[in-house]
């Protein structure tokens, strides 16, 4: 069974910067060839896509968080980082690691991201 567990998520002010982490486990395949994701959902509204690793080795993100924010994938380790920087009141969330296997997706629990002062 695919597990995805997120850390890292915290409180910080704006300007500053947290990185989330989400684990794997229990792949089929090896984690190189899964398209790894992260989500945000805030308060009323819908869940949206971040940022996306495909099996490719392309990295794409949301309008709202170029520049800022960075994905990074450590194979080895079936890991996926995101690194946020710059953050703002609006990237308040809670954000979720995704991935898919075979038509099916799997969520993370999801980490809390408050930016306030």
């Known amino acids: 069974q695919v597990q995805l567990v997120e850390s890292g998520g915290g409180l910080v002010q704006p300007g500053g910067s947290l990185t989330l982490s989400c684990a794997a486990s229990?792949?089929?395949?090896?984690?190189?060839?899964?398209?790894m994701s992260w989500y945000r959902q805030a308060p009323g509204n819908q869940r949206e896509l971040v940022a996306t690793?495909?099996?490719?080795?392309?990295?794409n993100y949301a309008d709202s968080v170029k520049g800022r924010f960075t994905l990074s994938r450590h194979n080895a380790k079936n890991t996926v980082d995101l690194q946020m920087n710059s953050l703002k009141p609006e990237d308040t969330a809670v954000y979720y690691c995704h991935t898919r296997q075979l038509n099916y997706d799997y969520w993370g629990q999801g980490t809390q991201v408050t930016v306030s002062s």
């Open positions: 229990g792949l089929r395949f090896s984690f190189y060839a899964y398209a």
């Open positions: 690793s495909t099996s490719g080795g392309n990295t």
